[in-house]
T-cell receptor, first 112, second 112 residues
Framework: DTEVTQTPKHLVMGMTNKKSLKCEQH?????MYWYKQKAKKPPELMFV???????INESVPSRFSPECPNSSLLNLHLHALQPEDSALYLC???????????FGPGTRLTVL | KQEVTQIPAALSVPEGENLVLNCSFT??????LQWFRQDPGKGLTSLLL?????REQTSGRLNASLDKSSGRSTLYIAASQPGDSATYLC???????????FGKGTMLLVSP
């Protein structure tokens, strides 16, 4: 089973809302990732969580905060987002950081 | 900073043609190079991963090659089918394992 699941599939939120995106994998992978993808652009790495350590792309604003409750879950908490944060948010996992990454279907986020 | 370029940006071919997608990268100190497929509004599907020590990988009608010294990879698709229509992305993993850098993709349309 090479499945990464993401919920919700679609999310519409106002700039004052707090919401969370959820990502789950049951492949025993040790690394999980969050990417942001704008229309007709490649994915951009936001966060990497591997071996219980979080690595952050320094360009990602603090209104995005990841949380890893256990080795199978990686959540992304959203607070006070801006309309330009509207994008497809992709989660991925891999056995090790250097291995093939398996992507989830994504969450389509719209910020009004 | 690694930069990944894909040529062409878009390609339209009739069914049955063999085709080549190109990917180039500026920093040859990569650990591996991966090819993905993305359908509109969907997540990424891993197609092939080539380790830096390898020259090529094959899966079904797909063959990917890697020439680290020249900073190039190609994805060869044999006997193209309408179901192959998608955006194809290549991504280079740097030797520090910290970032997967994507190209902007080649949008492929295979017409019946």
């Amino acid at each position: 089973d090479t499945e990464v699941t993401q919920t919700p599939k679609h999310l519409v939120m106002g700039m004052t809302n707090k919401k969370s995106l959820k990502c789950e994998q049951h492949m025993g992978h040790r690394a999980m990732y969050w990417y942001k993808q704008k229309a007709k652009k490649p994915p951009e790495l936001m966060f990497v969580y591997s071996y219980e350590k979080l690595s952050i792309n320094e360009s990602v604003p603090s209104r995005f905060s990841p949380e890893c409750p256990n080795s199978s879950l990686l959540n992304l908490h959203l607070h006070a987002l801006q309309p330009e944060d509207s994008a497809l948010y992709l989660c991925a996992s891999s056995q090790l950081v250097a291995d093939t990454q398996y992507f989830g279907p994504g969450t389509r986020l719209t910020v009004l | 900073k690694q930069e990944v370029t894909q040529i062409p940006a878009a390609l339209s071919v009739p069914e049955g043609e063999n085709l080549v997608l190109n990917c180039s990268f500026t920093d040859s100190a990569i650990y591996n190079l991966q090819w993905f497929r993305q359908d509109p509004g969907k997540g990424l599907t891993s197609l092939l991963l080539i380790q830096s020590s390898q020259r090529e990988q094959t899966s079904g009608r797909l063959n990917a090659s890697l020439d680290k010294s020249s900073g190039r990879s190609t994805l060869y698709i044999a006997a193209s089918q309408p179901g192959d229509s998608a955006t194809y992305l290549c991504a280079a993993l740097n030797s520090g394992y910290s970032t997967l850098t994507f190209g902007k993709g080649t949008m492929l349309l295979v017409s019946p």
